[in-house]
Structures are given as C-alpha cells and as structure tokens.
C-alpha cells in the first residue's frame, strides 16, 4: 500500500509519528478538512497531470483551481490531469490518497504559491484515510519539489 510507502519515507526522516490516521475517509478536500477540523483551503491537494509524456505532480490549496492558461503558460501544454488508474501508475498513489511523497521515479513536484497564504498546510499521505501537517519549508524539504509554480486561481 502506498501509506505503508509513505511511513517508511518519513520514518528514515524521523517524522513518521506525525501521520495522522483517521476512521473517516479524507479522500475529499471537503472529507478532509472535516476529518481535520480545518479550513477546507488548509487542504494542500496534489494534482496529477501529463506533460511531455511524463508525470507531474502539482500541489496546490484546497480552494484552489487549475488555471488553464497559466497552466499552459508554465508548462507549455494544455493542462490534461491524469485517468485514475494512470495515477496509481504512474505517480504511485491511489486518487484519495496522492501526496508529493514517495512517489515513482521520474514524477516532477511543483507547489503552488496558493500554499503561500498559510503557516502549515495538510497533504494526504498515500491513503484516502491519512494526512500529515506540515510547514511550507517541511513541505518544500520533504516534497522534493523542483519549483513553487502558479498556475492556480483562487475563488471570487
């Protein structure tokens, strides 16, 4: 299972403890932000897309949307998220459960400036029943993110 990849990623970085478990699903921002008692924007949602043939991942805020023509502006390709199954496959979690961490060989991590608005932000950590708090320095640090990007829009 890929929490089970998850765990063993944070625990050789010894931040394992900090996962957070719950009886209720958190696939969702909404189940989310409702099993963490938080703000559904506190909600740090990963992203899949294909760009250039390969997986990208982008991490952005639970109110956030793709922006298409900023997508395409720093991608240089119309923004085409990833089928299901291509998610699972290619980056290496389940939809529910896609986080920036463990992830396949080769899966590029962008985040938002989206995230920029908080002190701590919660990604899923590989399940649709996990999450994990993290500051934006803990989050660019363990994400192994290439670049903060901005290729979303806030609501209103």
Partial sequence: ??????????????????I????????TVELA??????????????L??????????????GDARVDNAKFKAAFHTKAKMLSPDDTEALIGHAVGGVCPF?????????????????????????????AIELTLPELEKYSGFLEWVDVCKLPG
């Fill in 1 to 18: 299972m890929a929490i089970d990849k998850v765990k063993a990623y944070f625990d050789r970085l010894g931040i394992a403890d900090r």
């Fill in 20 to 27: 957070l478990e719950f009886d209720v699903s958190s696939a």
């Fill in 33 to 46: 932000a409702q099993a963490l008692h938080c703000e559904p924007r506190r909600i740090a949602k990963s």
């Fill in 48 to 61: 899949s897309f294909l760009v250039d043939g390969a997986a990208v991942l982008v991490v952005a805020a």
């Fill in 102 to 130: 463990a992830v396949n060989g080769g899966v590029k991590v962008y985040l938002d400036v989206t995230l920029k608005r908080f002190e701590t932000v919660f990604p899923a950590c590989g399940s649709s029943n996990s």
